[in-house]
């Protein structure tokens, strides 16, 4: 079983910054996209960032040129660097992994447990 473990969250000022980690554990073959995304409270989970196996990443407009997404494939393990932070980046932050545990199995998705921002103005 593949488990996700987010960590780095917590409260931060507006303008401030957070290193959000997310770390693997279990039986991995291989780890393909990545991604972040997030919940805030009355509303529904979006997109904020992936990042595939290759490195190519891409993000959603309102985080773009603030965000940047890394992995560490060695380590399977995804990070989410959020500088210049808004109130309205406050959610719950939820690490996203599309695993293959053997090479006979399919992909499949894996989620963490969130890690919550808060963002004071």
């Known amino acids: 079983q593949v488990q996700l473990v987010e960590s780095g969250g917590g409260l931060v000022q507006a303008g401030g910054s957070l290193r959000l980690s997310c770390a693997t554990s279990?039986?991995?073959?291989?780890?393909?996209?990545m991604g972040w995304y997030r919940q805030a409270p009355g509303k529904q989970r979006e997109l904020v960032a992936v990042i595939t196996s290759d490195h190519i990443t891409n993000y959603v407009d309102f985080v773009k040129g603030r965000f940047t997404i890394s992995r560490d494939n060695a380590k399977n393990t995804v990070y989410l660097q959020m500088n210049s932070l808004k109130p309205e980046d406050t959610a719950v932050y939820y690490c996203n992994a599309h695993v293959v545990t053997s090479w006979v199995q399919p992909e499949y998705q894996c989620w963490g447990q969130g890690t919550q921002v808060t963002v004071s103005s």
């Open positions: 279990g039986s991995i073959f291989r780890i393909n996209s």
